[in-house]
């Protein structure tokens, strides 16, 4: 089964000013496609060619891995940004994370703080561990449901996701993913 690059849910202009046009058509028309190729191109005849995704990702390791893996997080992503979305948590999001936290400013600067300080490349997710929500960084193409964790909500921290835009600056591009949050996305994968 070939594994295809999927459409964006939004125009390539569509996050502007915070992700830009030019980032996108590196970040997923050259990053995020790579994966898929390189996927594609490991996979016949191995026992992983009609494979899902997931079942992929759960059973490879290595190169197969990290590409099978960046296909899922790249397309994870892309769903958790919405153009005029943002602001604090809504719906039942809103309720664990002000149960655990306190308050959502409280979770947006542990979270914040969270994936600015992510060494290297990676990822900082919103995770469910055993019914609780955390906070949970990744390295590489690493991801949550290797780790028995259900993936809520995610951002990029690999310089190809804010260099064109923001340089080394991965706390302002961080600080612009918060006006991004596709809550209604989120709240889907409760």
């Known amino acids: 089964m070939a594994h295809e690059l999927p459409k964006l849910p939004w125009a390539d202009t569509a996050l502007e000013p915070h992700i ?46 990290n590409n099978a893996a ?7 992503y892309w769903n958790c940004l919405a153009p005029k979305a943002g602001g604090a948590a809504t719906g039942a999001i809103a309720d ?4 655990k936290w306190g308050s959502f400013d409280k979770f947006k600067d542990d979270f914040s703080n969270a994936a600015a300080t992510n060494f290297g490349s990676g990822w900082t997710w919103l ?3 055993k019914g609780e929500v955390e906070i949970f960084n990744t390295s590489n193409a690493d991801i949550p449901m290797k780790h028995g964790m259900k ?3 995610t951002i990029d921290v690999w ?7 923001y340089r080394n600056a991965r706390p302002k591009y961080i600080e612009g993913f918060w006006n991004l949050v596709n809550w ?5 994968n409760l």
């Open 20 to 65: 830009s046009a030019e980032t996108l058509s590196f970040h997923y028309g050259k990053h995020h496609n790579a994966y898929v190729t390189k996927l594609n191109a490991a996979i016949p005849g191995t026992e992983f060619e009609s494979m899902s995704l997931e079942d992929t990702i759960m059973k490879s390791e290595g190169g197969l891995f």
């Open 70 to 76: 960046q296909v899922w997080n790249h397309t994870f």
């Open 96 to 99: 664990k994370i002000n149960a």
């Open 127 to 129: 995770v469910e561990n």
């Open 151 to 153: 993936a809520l909500m």
């Open 159 to 165: 310089e190809h996701a804010y260099y064109v835009d």
């Open 184 to 188: 209604d996305f989120v709240n889907s």
